[in-house]
């Protein structure tokens, strides 16, 4: 079992910035695979960014340009910069790590942006 936690959320101003971080149980260096997503309410969860191990990097077309994945093998974190953000983008953030196959998810975090 994985357990994801994330941190960092809170209210912003548009066009302001906001760091995400998401820490692993498991050495992130392991994994099939990292991201974030999003769910605004009424929505469903939508990909903002996954990072395949040893591959590509995605980012959702809203978010390119402003939006920058990180990781941290020796903390076993997955950061999240989010800068420029619109009213849009807000919503509770997971964090997303594939091991094995196998999905996990933290609990979310919530990101608001308002003026």
């Known amino acids: 079992q994985v357990q994801l936690v994330e941190s960092g959320g809170g209210v912003v101003q548009p066009g302001g910035s906001l760091r995400l971080s998401c820490a692993a149980s498991?050495?992130?260096?392991?994994?099939?695979?990292v991201g974030w997503y999003r769910q605004a309410p009424g929505n469903q969860r939508e990909v903002v960014v996954f990072a395949i191990s040893g591959g590509n990097t995605n980012y959702a077309d809203s978010v390119k340009g402003r939006f920058t994945i990180s990781k941290d093998n020796a903390k076993n974190t997955v950061d999240l910069q989010m800068n420029s953000l619109k009213p849009e983008d807000t919503g509770v953030y997971y964090c997303n790590a594939i091991y094995d196959y196998r999905n996990y998810w933290g609990q979310g975090t919530q990101v608001t942006v308002s003026s």
């Open positions: 498991r050495s992130i260096f392991s994994s099939d695979g």
